[in-house]
């Protein structure tokens, strides 16, 4: 007799905060992580792929969806729509598997005032420092000055958030980071909602 549900790991995080090294560090490491791809309205960048790093569709497509209740949650930044599609989530908890989201604060609210609040386990990624981040967005060397001060702006009113997460990842060494990354998603599993576990307690007692 075992709980059999998937559950959630939520993560969020200033651009260049090393968020996306450490989902990469998740995936190879742990076959059973179903990664949420974002639904997105915006163009497709050099070298993005459909279907691995975003479903590009149409505004008309999007709002259609909205419509139809098909996100967990969507947001409009920058003119352009962004969105989780409740349905291929929904598949992989049943199916088992750790649902693993990237999203902005915004993204964070509104997934935690839905129905997988329960079972969502967040983290908030960031670096030591302000001066830290600003040092790696220019190291890149993959954005404008104007767009790296945009992405600073951003992460300060991002970080106010921070309070409102399970756990803060501070991510100032990779190798520490890592080992901390897979403790988290293997606490994440251990989330279950409370109609789940009513059902867990009923058979127990007549096991």
């Known amino acids: 007799m075992r709980l059999k549900r998937g559950a959630c790991l939520l993560l969020s995080g200033p651009s260049g905060s090393g968020k996306s090294t450490l989902i990469r560090e998740l995936l190879q490491h742990d076959p059973n992580i179903y990664f949420s791809i974002s639904t997105t309205t915006r163009g497709k960048r050099p070298g993005e792929q459909e279907g691995r790093d975003y ?3 149409t505004k008309e497509q999007f709002e259609e969806a909205i419509a ?8 409009k930044v920058h003119e352009h729509y962004y969105g989780t599609a409740l349905a291929p989530v929904m598949e992989a908890i049943e199916a088992g598997k750790l649902v693993l989201f990237d999203v902005d604060v915004q993204g964070f609210e509104a997934i935690m005032k839905s129905q997988l ?10 670096t030591p420092t302000l001066s830290e981040l600003r040092r790696r967005l220019e190291a890149r060397g993959s954005d404008d000055p104007a767009t790296i ?3 600073l702006q951003n992460a300060k009113e991002e970080i106010v958030y921070m309070p409102r997460y399970d756990y803060v990842l501070i ?9 901390k990354i897979f403790a ?5 599993r251990l989330k279950h909602s409370r109609q789940e576990l009513e059902a867990f307690v009923e058979l127990w007692v007549r096991s």
């Open 184 to 188: 988290l998603a293997e606490v994440a």
């Open 117 to 126: 609040a329960e079972i969502t386990t967040s983290v908030f990624i960031t």
């Open 149 to 151: 001060e945009r992405r």
């Open 68 to 75: 139809a209740g098909a996100f967990l949650e969507w947001a």
């Open 55 to 57: 479903f590009f569709v």
């Open 171 to 179: 991510n100032d060494d990779l190798a520490k980071s890592r080992k």
